[in-house]
T-cell receptor, first 113, second 110 residues
Framework: KNQVEQSPQSLIILEGKNCTLQCNYTVSPFSNLRWYKQDTGRGPVSLTIMTFSENTKSNGRYTATLDADTKQSSLHITASQLSDSASYICVVSDVDSNYQLIWGAGTKLIIKP | DAGITQSPRHKVTETGTPVTLRCHQTENHRYMYWYRQDPGHGLRLIHYSYGVKDTDKGEVSDGYSVSRSKTEDFLLTLESATSSQTSVYFC?????????FGSGTRLTVV
């Protein structure tokens, strides 16, 4: 079964510090990999979308990397801010199931002042 | 969220009753989706629509039905609510740059 696994489940860091969130997937072949940010009580909001041929993509202080050979992606957050407190979700588009999105369970990030 | 609204935002209902959740978009998008989100799980697709009166099942469609009589509205119905359907339900539309989600409906079945 196609899966998307994220680690850690939760993470607490101090404001201003950097952090890296991990995503491992088994979906193959895949069309694209996305990272979403979900604030408490809100719907997910797209941060980045990468095709299988892209290695890195940035969106402000967020940088996503993709290694299609090892089926791993990471999301690096630089100089964290209190507003970065949220869940971060990795999503992979499955070519064989008509591009259905396979969602990870997310990493809950808490930024402390 | 801009262009997509869900109603109600919160609902408590009794086991065995029918419940309808509404999703309304102002973006004229063809594709609309209903997901549920539960702790420890990724979002799971319930049903989706690719046009007026064109719908299809997702991975967790049992116990749910949908209707799309107008481009802007996508309704999700729990035919006879069960406690296992207690969840947060999200509607989404898809665009070239990705999906846009509504703010969700928190449904509690008691």
């Amino acid at each position: 079964k196609n899966q998307v696994e994220q680690s850690p489940q939760s993470l607490i860091i101090l404001e201003g510090k950097n952090c890296t969130l991990q995503c491992n997937y088994t979906v193959s072949p895949f069309s694209n990999l996305r990272w979403y940010k979900q604030d408490t009580g809100r719907g997910p909001v797209s941060l980045t979308i990468m095709t299988f041929s892209e290695n890195t993509k940035s969106n402000g202080r967020y940088t996503a990397t993709l290694d299609a050979d090892t089926k791993q992606s990471s999301l690096h957050i630089t100089a964290s801010q209190l507003s970065d407190s949220a869940s971060y979700i990795c999503v992979v588009s499955d070519v064989d199931s008509n591009y259905q999105l396979i969602w990870g369970a997310g990493t809950k990030l808490i930024i402390k002042p | 969220d801009a262009g997509i609204t869900q109603s109600p935002r919160h609902k408590v209902t009794e086991t065995g009753t029918p419940v309808t959740l509404r999703c309304h978009q102002t973006e004229n998008h063809r594709y609309m989706y209903w997901y549920r989100q539960d702790p420890g799980h990724g979002l799971r697709l319930i049903h989706y629509s690719y046009g007026v009166k064109d719908t299809d099942k997702g991975e967790v469609s049992d116990g749910y039905s949908v209707s799309r009589s107008k481009t802007e509205d996508f309704l999700l119905t729990l035919e006879s609510a069960t406690s296992s359907q207690t969840s947060v339900y999200f509607c989404a539309i898809s665009e070239l740059q990705g999906y846009t989600f509504g703010s969700g409906t928190r449904l509690t079945v008691v």
